[in-house]
C-alpha cells in the first residue's frame, strides 16, 4: 500500500490519513464494548463527569465486582451494573412504564372483539410492549407495561410470590371475623386460599358498603373477587394499588409513566435475584405473563 503524502486526496475508503481504508480495518482490535461512565450517561444515572466520581469513591459494580478504573468497557445488554448497590438498567433499549388501566379496558394487545384494549395506550411507542398480571374489565388500577421478558417473568410466574395490593368497594360491612377468615384462609373449588393481608379501611355511614385493601401473592383467575363474595361480601368496584414493589401513587386514571430510578432499582433487584430460578422460555407471550385475571 502507497504512503500518503501531506495534500494528496485521500484514496476511496479513507477516512482519515493516518487510518487504513475501511476494507483494512481490523474489527476484532478495536476494543469491545462501550466505556462504563458513557453508559451510565447513557442510562440517565449521572454525567460522565459525575459517572467517574462515582467510580472513583468506590460505589459502582459490574457483576458483582467492583470498579476502580472509569475506562473500563461493558456491554450494556449484557453486564449488570450496580450503584451503592442498587441495580441499574444500562440497556437503554428496555422500556419499563405503570398504567393505571380504566374500567372497561380489555387486558390484551389486540382485543378480537374489537372491545377497548391496551394498543390505545402503547400505539406510540416504537418497542413492542407488553403487559404483566392482567387486569379484567372492570377492574382498574396498576399495570406494568415492558419490554424485559426476565423482569416480566418473575413478576408474574407464580413461583415467585409477588405481592399486589388492591382495594375493593364492597356490599355489607365487614367484620373483624371476616378479615380474620380472609387471612386465615378457606378452601375454594380450586383448591385453599389466604390473603397475605387484609384489613378494612371504612364503612359507609348506612353500612351498606365497605372499603378493604387486601393484600395476596396467588395469581388464579378473579381470585380477589371470588375470595370476597365467598366471605358474603360481593365487590362491587375492584382497583389494584400495588405489584410487588410498584405503587400507583396519584397516577391519574387511563395516563401512564415511566418508572422512577428507584422504582426500577427495586424491580431490576427482585428481577436479577430470582433470574437464575426462572423456568427456559423461548418467546415472549402475554398467555404466559399472567395465569388468569389475578382479581
Known sequence: ????????????????????PIEDWNAEAAPQGVRIQKVMAAAGVA??????????????????????EPGLRVDPEVDEVTVD???VQVDTSKRYLILNKPVGVVSSMADDRGRPDLSDFTKHYEERLFYVGRLDQDTSGL???TNDGDLAHVLAHPSFGVQKTYIAKVRGKVTPQTLSKLTT???LIDGFIQADKARLLSVSNNGDTSLVEITLHSGRNRIVRRMLKEVGHPVLELVRRAFGPLHLGTLPVGQMRDLT??????????????????????EIDNDDLSEGEDN
Open 47 to 68: 454525567s460522565r463527569r459525575v459517572a467517574e466520581n462515582m467510580i472513583a469513591q468506590g460505589r459502582v459494580a459490574v457483576n458483582g465486582k467492583l470498579v476502580t
Open 261 to 282: 430510578k428507584v422504582e426500577l432499582g427495586a424491580v431490576l433487584a427482585l428481577s436479577r435475584s430470582n433470574t437464575e430460578k426462572l423456568p427456559e422460555y423461548t
Open 1 to 20: 500500500m502507497s504512503t500518503l503524502r501531506s495534500g494528496d486526496p485521500l484514496p476511496e475508503g479513507f477516512k482519515n490519513a493516518d487510518r487504513p
Open 143 to 145: 399495570l406494568i407495561l
Open 185 to 187: 384462609g378457606f378452601e
Open 85 to 87: 448497590g442498587i441495580p
